[in-house]
């Protein structure tokens, strides 16, 4: 009855994936993401699938990965905040400083008046200047995150690295999607034949190779994303920098500040904490593929030979942000920790760290607390990251598909 109903539709057997991270990713990161995914189809059935190159799937994976990184980018900066103040990034006025204060009022008025933000009803006096409390300047929650950029850097702001997010969107979901697509594919080809109890396990171990792959080639524009939503600009009236001035900056900073400065170890630094992105990417396309399936091919099942385009939307992005979520939930320590490797200003800590040592610095000032930091937003931006990535993507192959059907 089954394999009936497969064979008269093919999209009952439909698989996704996640983002970043952003992901996404989303995740992707960013969590991104970033974590679209493909069907996973029998050989019997491949023709439905097999009609798509791989270029069609690469931009399918990117238009969904696009659309999403605008959509989730102000939970991603959150996220990025929260964490970055764990790890002792100080957020305060732009104007605190008397070297801002005479950039801005010039040297003639540095002493002009200093209100509070609008967020801060409390300010003492210190002469003719108003002093703003430390804590005007600390996020306590999500919610106050939001708040306080809004107010404090203008509503734009929550949109910081989306450039960045954009630029990741295309190489990395159009490199992950078509990717998982080959490798799981194959490898349930293979242990169809010869391991079928093994056959389950290739959507997770696709996924990992996949994900490994894209991270690999695309980490600079991550870190750069990372450290543009970490940093807020000290400088009222200073233009944030954008990715490459990002980029240059970090190689600029290790190059004048290490005792042994060369090019090569300057560029090196571009992928510093890649390693702890694995750590957290790898598991999290594991976690989420190894969820998604199931859960999406059951809500197919129920639709049966009846498939249209609404109910394949509406199948995987509810299994994706299920998916999505319960994986940026179990991943988030790892997320911590990469957050922390890239906004590392050191240069011999940022060469010399690994995310085992990061991972035992957060333990021990924060504890399970300090390991979860962040964990709301990410929850929050994960999920419909991997939603809106999944559906998007697999509605887009299904009205290729019919397409080339019909022609």
Known sequence: MVESERSQNPWMNTRDGHDSAVVMETTVDREGLRFGAPQAQPSSNSSSDGDLGVT???????????????????????????????AGVAYSHPLSNLISRMSYFGPRTMFAD?????????????????????????????????????????????????????????PTVGIY??????????????????????????????????????????????LARTRMQAFNVTQTGMKPHGVWKTLLGIISHVQSTSVQSNSVQGYRVLWTGMGAQLARDVPFSAICWSTL???????????????????????????????????????????????????????????????????????????IKGLFTGVGPRVGRAGPSVGIVISCYEVVKYVLHHHYATS
């Open 56 to 86: 069609e799937r690469a931009l399918s994976a990117a238009g969904a990965a696009f659309l999403s990184a605008i959509i989730v980018n102000p939970l991603d900066v959150v996220k990025t905040r929260l964490q970055a103040q764990a």
């Open 177 to 222: 999607l078509p990717c998982y697509d080959i490798f799981r594919n194959r490898l349930e080809e293979v242990t169809g034949q010869h391991v079928p109890s093994a056959t389950p396990y290739a959507p997770l171990v696709a996924g990992s190779l996949a994900r490994s792959l894209a991270c690999a080639t695309c980490y600079p524009i991550e």
């Open 114 to 170: 200093l209100r509070c933000s609008p967020s801060c009803a409390r300010a003492g006096i210190h002469g003719t200047v108003s002093i703003c409390p430390p804590d005007c300047f600390q996020y306590k929650g999500t919610l106050d995150v939001f708040y306080k950029i809004i107010r404090q850097e203008g509503f734009a702001r929550l949109w910081r690295g989306t450039n960045a997010g954009l630029a990741l969107a295309v």
């Open 293 to 367: 399936e199931p859960i999406r091919r059951k809500l197919l099942g129920l639709v049966g030979d009846e498939a249209d385009a609404l109910s394949i939307l509406g199948a995987n992005f509810s299994a994706g942000f299920v998916a999505g979520s319960l994986a940026a939930g179990a991943t988030c320590p790892l997320d911590v920790a990469k957050t922390r490797r890239q906004i590392e200003n050191d240069p011999v800590r940022q060469l010399r760290m690994t995310t085992r040592q990061t991972l035992w610095e957060i333990w021990r000032d924060g504890g």
